[in-house]
């Protein structure tokens, strides 16, 4: 079992920057793979970033590329997401997840995540 919480988020004005954190606690973070959705009001939640067990790969969503990195201190068994360049397009609940087999192919569906956090609201206000 992994359990985790995400912070971070908050209301910013556009063009603003926020840097969500995710902290994971039980087994073996170390091992999974671990990604960034996020849901607006009235749509599907969708893939935002996504990071491999090392730190070594990178991943990211053609609409945040560009304006977001994703990192991870293994040592403190947490996982960020820096978004800059916030746009009102970009509200929505940011959610983590983490898989135990992070692939290229599958990285992008919320089906491929073992575990999930609750979310944490970012509102951006233009």
């Known amino acids: 079992q992994v359990q985790l919480v995400e912070s971070g988020g908050g209301l910013v004005q556009a063009g603003g920057s926020l840097r969500l954190s995710c902290a994971a606690s039980g087994r073996n973070f170390g091992g999974f793979g671990m990604g960034w959705f996020r849901q607006a009001p009235g749509k599907e939640r969708e893939f935002v970033a996504a990071?491999?067990?090392?730190?070594?790969?990178?991943y990211y969503a053609d609409s945040v590329k560009g304006r977001a990195a994703i990192s991870r201190d293994n040592a403190a068994n947490t996982v960020y997401l820096q978004m800059n360049s916030l746009k009102s397009e970009d509200t929505a609940v940011y959610y983590c997840?983490?898989?135990?087999?992070?692939?290229?192919?599958?990285?992008?569906?919320?089906?491929?995540?073992?575990?999930w956090g609750q979310g944490t609201q970012v509102t951006v206000s233009s």
């Open positions: 997840a983490a898989t135990a087999y992070l692939s290229t192919a599958t990285m992008t569906r919320s089906t491929t995540y073992n575990y």
């Open positions: 990071i491999n067990w090392s730190g070594s790969g990178t």
